[in-house]
């Protein structure tokens, strides 16, 4: 006989609050469109009459993160102030007007025998989110879920706990006000380990995983988790700049996939440039970004092009880096074969860009390269929920299943087949 | 210092398979879809000129289940003749006369800034079968993961071992025949569940498992793989017959969901019957049922509704169970709700059907039933990817990410973003 192993308090408690999800996610299903998006603007009014008391919180926050010695970038993101937090509201308003996905058909057609069959977009169910400092993430996931008829656990970093406590309060008024039950949308009592293993056990009653952060954390979920999770581990985005490449088009893109924002995952990470243009690009790549203080590191035939000491020599580990910095590799390659197998090895399947002015190679490039996201002549940054088009972005996914790139709410749904008859048995 | 784990030789080869597989993937994603079409029409053809051999084989397989006892479905199931040789041919020939998935842009939209944005649809890339006894799951899945532009890794039952070796043969010469590599198709060299372990922890070349089969092997595939699985567990489907409905068009839909395939998912498991006609109903049904040998078993209304003896008292298991046989089980309930209620409590999210001339019911079990599959007016037995106009079924999906129901081979890809520019940047 087989002794079951006792469940701890943790567990027991991970279970019961995943089970509430799991009840809670119905009645949100349920509600229908009008009392979602009425909960989430709701949600943003919230925010502003209680921003003294979440600023406050913040503050709390952030001393305990500063005493602790955390860093400028991390207490970056971790820091409010009003601007933010009326950003935040604004947000949830945004996903509030979202058009609501649930219940769209997407495509339907008839039988022969007259049946006629659909698909219907209905909610996933349980989506968990676990993420780092920014609690921005509480409020946004929040709504993006309920806008797309789930509930929702979120789990937050340690460092944000008294903030995100706030937010969820925020939350929990908004939810009664519309009659939604509160265990809608939960904010994990503990920013344990342990209490994070506990509910990524809770398979029955959590349908998706959806961690953001480091790729510590992320590394962490994917491996513990009995519950599907949609991931992104790193960005090591790539441009192209193909000969026939307008070249001044090019200069500025490859500026802003890098300045601007260096820190974010679509930022391009390395830069391949044809052979056939390399003498003439690779220096003027190099004065062009080394006026704003980005550091090039280039294989030997491109640190030769450039003015001595303009482009350090690269170590094999630059190709597969992300370096979320002021710095970028640039490689110079043969041909379009070569850039793609470069890509192929070095890549992480997130965004990758060609700059040409060549047809043929453009829809090769496009054909040819299975990342999330390929472009032809634009900036890796508009690889995005926002800039996409989809509204909203809930993360990014470089995995194939369920979601591939940037998600919106349409990927926290899912389809049902519909089937209307008249009556109709089936032969044999 | 942590000393990393020593590989066995078996997990050793199961990754070489895997690589293997990961690069006949990308082959058959660029070699197009002329070329995988001529290897889908030239297996059919091998399967027909090499007939006498996998027949021989097969007899070999049969030979050896019935010396250590197989039962007759099992027996039934393994089983090979010219006639369903040919079934399994003409199969292929349908599966290579679909339209290609691969390469269609699913929705495209422009952006303010002039960027067109769509999704296009590519392979998910290497996926594996894991299945039992039937042979014909050898190349209907090759087929129709090959169409989808993936390499594929088959694992069939150790009882059709010889059969699926031979089947594998023709594969291997209809590949070769159009240069496609021959690891596009990989027949698992051992049906030990010590290598089927081995497999399953090589997530990173291996994108999708789907196993097909009994309760047993899928929990086994689910609780042991690294790689996401696409699964159902079991069919308990359920008719629900609402008071307006039309009387003799149920009972030929509740006996043809039941008595010509009792053995299969799709098949109806439990019968809700309104009250307001289940005197009347119950009865009928009972009769319809029993002339055909089917086993009813029944709540105690339905018990005392029914001629002595006609409906045998069920107990608590029967609402969960999937007979897959002449048994159903009958429950009376009050309304709408108390039907869905039911669904919800014992059903496997397989596939409803209400039976109703009402228009607003008619609408609400549609939209709150959430099963994969749901039906109004119609037979269960229509849930499979043929009937449904899907063009093939690789198999069902009773968990919500990425397939929900059926599954055909738009199933077997995912999409990518591609997005087309006049090298804008991104502003902010």
């Not at 192993?5 to 299903?29: F, I, P, S």
């Not at 925020?170 to 380990?193: E, H, I, N």
């Not at 087949?417 to 089936?426: S, T």
Request: proline share 4%; glycine share 8%.
């Amino acid at each position: 006989m087989t002794i079951p192993q006792q469940k701890t308090d943790l567990e027991l408690q991970m279970a019961r609050l995943a089970k509430a999800a799991r009840a809670a996610g119905r009645a949100v299903a349920k509600a229908g469109s009008a009392v979602r998006t009425a909960a989430i603007r709701s949600m943003a009014e919230q925010v502003r009459a209680r921003a003294a008391v979440v600023l406050a919180a913040n503050a709390r926050d952030v001393d305990a993160a500063t005493a602790s010695g955390t860093s400028g970038a991390m207490l970056d993101r971790l820091k409010l102030d009003p601007a933010r937090l009326e950003k935040m509201a604004r947000a949830l308003d945004e996903v509030a007007g979202l058009p609501d996905p649930v219940g769209e058909v997407v495509k339907m057609w008839r039988r022969p025998n007259g049946l006629q069959v659909g698909r219907q977009r209905i909610p996933l169910g349980v989506i968990a989110m676990i993420f780092e400092s920014r609690p921005n993430v509480t409020t946004d996931a929040a709504a993006l879920c309920l806008k797309a008829g789930n509930a929702v656990i979120l789990r937050g970093g340690s460092e944000a706990f008294q903030t995100n406590t706030e937010l969820a309060r925020c939350v929990d008024f908004a939810l009664a006000g519309v009659g939604l039950p509160s265990a809608a949308v939960q904010l994990m009592p503990t920013t344990d380990r342990a209490a994070l293993v506990a509910l990524l056990r809770c398979e029955d009653d959590v349908d998706l995983v959806i961690p953001r952060g480091g790729e510590g954390l992320i590394r962490f979920v994917a491996e513990t988790s009995r519950i599907p999770v949609i991931k992104h581990y790193k960005g090591v985005c790539h441009i192209f700049v193909e000969a026939s490449a307008d070249q001044a088009a090019a200069l500025a893109i490859c500026h802003n996939a890098k300045v601007p924002k260096p820190g974010v995952c679509n930022a391009v990470e390395t830069i391949l440039v044809q052979r056939a243009i390399a003498a003439e690009f690779v220096p003027r790549l190099a004065a062009h970004l080394r006026a704003d203080g980005v550091e090039l590191r280039g294989d030997a035939e491109s640190v030769r092009l450039a003015p001595a000491g303009a482009v350090k020599l690269a170590s094999e580990d630059d190709w597969s880096a992300e370096y979320l910095d002021l710095i970028v590799a640039v490689r110079v390659v043969g041909d379009l074969d070569e850039a793609i197998a470069h890509i192929e090895r070095y890549g992480s399947l997130h965004t990758e860009s060609i700059l040409t002015r060549d047809y043929a190679l453009a829809r090769r490039f496009i054909d040819e390269v299975d990342s999330s996201t390929v472009m032809v002549n634009a900036s890796t940054r508009f690889a995005d929920g926002n800039e996409l088009g989809l509204g909203a972005e809930i993360g990014i996914s470089t995995t194939k299943l369920h979601a591939y790139g940037p998600m919106g709410i349409e990927e926290l749904t899912t389809t049902k087949f519909v089937v209307y008859g008249d009556g109709q048995i089936r032969r044999g």
